[in-house]
T-cell receptor, first 112, second 113 residues
Framework: RKEVEQDPGPFNVPEGATVAFNCTYS??????FFWYRQDCRKEPKLLMS???SGNEDGRFTAQLNRASQYISLLIRDSKLSDSATYLC?????????????FGGGTRVLVKP | DGGITQSPKYLFRKEGQNVTLSCEQN?????MYWYRQDPGQGLRLIYY???????QKGDIAEGYSVSREKKESFPLTVTSAQKNPTAFYLC????????????FGPGTRLTVL
């Protein structure tokens, strides 16, 4: 089983609709969580950190469920510019220090 | 402007040649990382360094080497021992601490001819 797993998609989303997807992680000692956005042939960029209580940034809402070991990302009122791959990132403490593990990404395509 | 730079953006190499990818940061970050990304895949960790003059192997270190002689610089050498080197290489850095995110350079796209 992979340490961090995501549905690769693509999620085809009508413009203006809501889309949500999850990311599961296997290490129960994971400490921090992030969602990154990656456009085609570009570097990943931080979209938002995920806090224990859940957090919202404009149209984006991230949630953490430690009991079931997953995080989620919800995008409301989808825009064409939201089309991208969304990477889930989990930070775990190891003997050699913190280690970030990336999921394979979920591709979202917003269509007119 | 603070940030991470990688050069070159595109690199072509003949089979059997070693090649070095540059990564420089002026963010005063202690930790630096090299990842490889293949088409449609996530990022896989090659090497990382928490402090100057120290580095550790990641999940796919075979065929690669690094050095960390300066805090700002973390070059990656792709050796001829790497069987399938064609990929998108990303360098990242971060402040030490569990909750701090990584910042990425623009990447180097390596193609072996």
């Amino acid at each position: 089983r992979k340490e961090v797993e995501q549905d690769p998609g693509p999620f085809n989303v009508p413009e203006g609709a809501t889309v949500a997807f999850n990311c599961t992680y296997s290490n129960s000692a994971s400490q921090s969580f992030f969602w990154y956005r990656q456009d085609c042939r570009k570097e990943p960029k931080l979209l938002m950190s995920v806090y224990s209580s859940g957090n919202e940034d404009g149209r984006f809402t991230a949630q953490l469920n430690r009991a079931s070991q997953y995080i989620s990302l919800l995008i409301r009122d989808s825009k064409l510019s939201d089309s991208a791959t969304y990477l889930c990132v989990v930070n775990s403490l190891r003997a050699a220090g913190n280690k970030l593990t990336f999921g394979g990404g979920t591709r979202v395509l917003v269509k007119p | 402007d603070g940030g991470i730079t990688q050069s070159p953006k595109y690199l072509f190499r003949k089979e059997g040649q070693n090649v070095t990818l540059s990564c420089e940061q002026n963010l005063n970050h202690d930790a630096m990382y090299w990842y490889r990304q293949d088409p449609g895949q996530g990022l896989r960790l090659i090497y990382y360094s928490q402090i100057v003059n120290d580095f550790q192997k990641g999940d796919i270190a075979e065929g690669y080497s690094v050095s960390r002689e300066k805090k700002e610089s973390f070059p990656l050498t792709v050796t001829s021992a790497q069987k399938n080197p064609t990929a998108f290489y990303l360098c990242a850095s971060k402040v030490q601490g569990a909750k701090d995110e990584q910042f990425f350079g623009p990447g180097t796209r390596l193609t072996v001819l």
